[in-house]
């Protein structure tokens, strides 16, 4: 039962262009959602979050933007750098505190 | 501070053997949170912990799974007896509280041959 869906498993972008990240989701009892970020041999880390009362957040070169109706969210990165290639992993909170993630999208940023 | 501590951080072994993963959680922190990876599934919340006890272990997988907590700073995921389908990326995480930020071991990759 996969809640959190990332229908593509890679992007690649351009260094200098803005990489956008697509997440959706099934569940409307989700009431946060976060992306997280994974380099390689290590454990996600913490990048950016959004409550279900707000359509957008940002930080820095990141922003997250939020489509309650729609059931979906995305994480804008400009402009993209060789550093952010990572996978990106889409969450969302449920009222029990429970997190389910997305599978995860590459994204390679190329120099 | 060191982080989320997870231990070994690879491990290989063959289908039927017992199988310990540990954790320390960042001093502090009152919920542990195990998760899955696999190319299939993503990341899966196995079980987490607030204060030690367990809340919601809705996703593990079988009894063949379990996971204990005997005290704030440590915790283990078991599979008894092991199969080559539980090959993965195991990681443990842990937060100030359940709705905090979770921040995330470097995982115990484990290959059940």
């Known amino acids: 039962d996969q809640q959190v869906k990332q229908n593509s498993p890679s992007l690649s972008v351009q260094e200098g262009r803005i990489s956008i990240l697509n997440c959706d989701y099934t569940?409307?009892?989700?009431?946060?959602f976060l992306w997280y970020k994974k380099y390689p041999a290590e454990g996600p880390t913490f990048l950016i979050s959004?409550?279900?009362?707000?359509d957008k957040n940002e930080d820095g070169r990141f922003t997250v933007f939020l489509n309650k109706s729609a059931k979906h969210l995305s994480l804008h990165i400009v402009p993209s750098q060789p550093g952010d290639s990572a996978v990106y992993f889409c969450?969302?909170?449920?009222?029990?505190?429970?997190?389910?993630f997305g599978a995860g999208t590459r994204l390679t940023v190329k120099p | 501070d060191a982080g989320v501590i997870q231990s070994p951080r690879h491990e290989v072994t063959e289908m039927g053997q017992e199988v310990t993963l540990r954790c320390k959680p960042i001093s502090g922190h009152n919920s542990l949170f195990w998760y899955r990876q696999t190319m299939m599934r993503g990341l899966e919340l196995l079980i987490y912990?607030?204060?030690?006890?367990?809340?919601?272990d809705s996703g593990m997988p079988e009894d063949r799974f379990s996971a204990k907590m005997p005290n704030a700073s440590f915790s283990t995921l078991k599979i008894q007896p092991s199969e080559p389908r539980d090959s993965a990326v195991y990681f443990c995480?842990?937060?100030?509280?359940?709705?905090?930020?979770?921040?995330f071991g470097p995982g115990t990759r484990l290959l059940v041959l």
């Open positions: 969450a969302a909170r449920g009222f029990n505190n429970d997190m389910r």
């Open positions: 959004i409550s279900s009362i707000k």
């Open positions: 995480a842990s937060s100030r509280d359940p709705s905090g930020t979770q921040y």
């Open positions: 569940n409307s009892m989700f009431d946060y």
């Open positions: 912990f607030n204060n030690n006890v367990p809340i919601d």
